[in-house]
């Protein structure tokens, strides 16, 4: 069965702010959520359909990839997890996020000091982005404490004793009117444990501070913007558990020559004058270094553009290439020889007797004439 517009789905206008989503989403949430419908099956589904529309939506990458393909953007998983943006969290993620978890249900995850996920920029070159390109980074993060092997023990050992505040359980509740909500426990982090000997590099923590050197693949036909996720290259977590993740924002750099147009690449040739009237052949580079003959047809105006298939972009995820633009600029000659000028001058006195050289420029006057006469009736 088709899936429902995910507008729909959470019941607001497709302008929806932030705040509205959020509002609709804790509603639905609330309302079909399992522990308040045991065994109603309807209620469960309508409850992964919510949150999976919210999941998308709360997400401003997935949200206009969404509105721009519909659900063809996440072909391959539901929710976003088969999309190009990234692996996004269940609909029980989404929950916890802005709930925490309900009371009285039993095995839920613990928050086990995971990692903090990091972000990182890089600028690279035009020619850098078709060709594709290695680069090192260096990123200032949590690393694992090689003293204590992550535990948080002195010497690496495993003592630990159960924490008081939650008695392992690595979560605290609290009652809010209704509603008895979990957090992460204070104490422990969520780990349960508290170490009883801590380890005297990290002090228990697990993890250090270090800069580390990264090697990062940008693939080709990479777009200014674009966001690259290394998955377990974040902060280090907690006494052991698992790293945050590494994203990379790429900045491509403005070329002298050239400008990009998603996959297709546009450069602007400068003609003279007699070139353009005339018809020229003319050579022109390409961003992977090599040049290109373009022929100029007799009558060639500002602004037309001549296309070379096959010469622009990769398109990420896809075999497909771009097209290069030649757009032609036909430039008006400054510093005239007196002969030059006396030719031009001849040129133009025939051109006022009625020559069919300049098409738009006799069409225009033509209507400011009617213009005019219309007004003086």
């Known amino acids: 069965m088709a899936k429902r517009d995910y507008y729909e789905v959470l019941g607001v206008a497709r302008e929806a702010t932030e705040d509205d989503l959020k509002k609709a989403y804790r509603k639905l949430a609330m309302q079909y959520h399992p522990d308040r419908n045991h065994g109603d099956d309807k209620a469960e589904g309508r409850f992964k359909e919510v949150s999976e529309a919210y999941e998308v939506l709360k997400d401003g990458e997935k949200r206009a990839a969404y509105d721009r393909y519909g659900h063809a953007a996440f ?9 190009p943006f990234g692996q996004g969290g269940g609909f029980e993620d989404i929950f916890e996020e802005m709930f925490g978890r309900f009371g009285g249900r039993g095995g839920g995850r613990q928050n086990s000091g995971r990692g903090a996920d990091l972000r990182q920029e890089i600028e690279i070159t ?38 008081g505040t939650c008695r392992g359980a690595g979560k605290v509740r609290a009652q809010q009117g209704f509603f008895l909500i979990e957090r992460t426990c204070p104490t422990c982090s969520g780990s349960g444990k508290i170490i009883k ?12 501070q270090r800069d580390r050197t990264l090697s990062v693949s940008i693939p080709a036909g990479v777009e200014d913007g674009n966001r690259i996720r290394l998955t377990g290259e974040g902060e280090a977590g907690l006494r052991g558990a698992p790293a945050g993740d590494l994203y990379v924002d790429i900045g491509v750099k403005a ?3 050239f400008q990009r147009e998603g996959p297709n690449i546009m450069v602007r040739v400068p003609l003279r004058m007699t070139q353009a009237a005339l018809g020229a052949s003319v050579e022109v580079p390409s961003i992977d270094g090599g040049r290109s003959a373009v022929k100029i047809p007799a009558g ?13 972009f990769s398109v990420l995820r896809s075999s497909s290439r771009g097209d290069m633009y030649v757009q032609v600029v036909v430039e008006t000659p400054l510093n005239l020889s007196p002969k030059q000028r006396e030719l031009l001058e001849a040129f ?21 004439k009617e213009f005019w006469d219309g007004l003086a009736r």
């Open 255 to 257: 070329h002298p020559i």
């Open 75 to 83: 072909e391959g998983g539901g929710g976003g997890g088969g999309s």
């Open 197 to 208: 000997n801590p380890c005297k590099i990290c002090h228990g923590a697990g993890r250090v």
């Open 126 to 163: 035009l020619e850098e982005a078709f060709a594709g390109v290695k680069k090192a980074i260096r990123v200032p993060s949590s690393v694992q404490c090689e003293a204590c092997t992550g535990s948080g023990a002195e010497g690496g050992s495993a003592s630990a004793q159960t924490c």
């Open 300 to 312: 060639t105006q500002t602004g037309d553009n001549f296309r070379l298939r096959g010469k622009g």
């Open 348 to 368: 133009e006195v025939e051109a006022e007797k009625g020559g069919k050289h300049s098409p738009d420029n006799e069409g225009f006057f033509a209507k400011v």
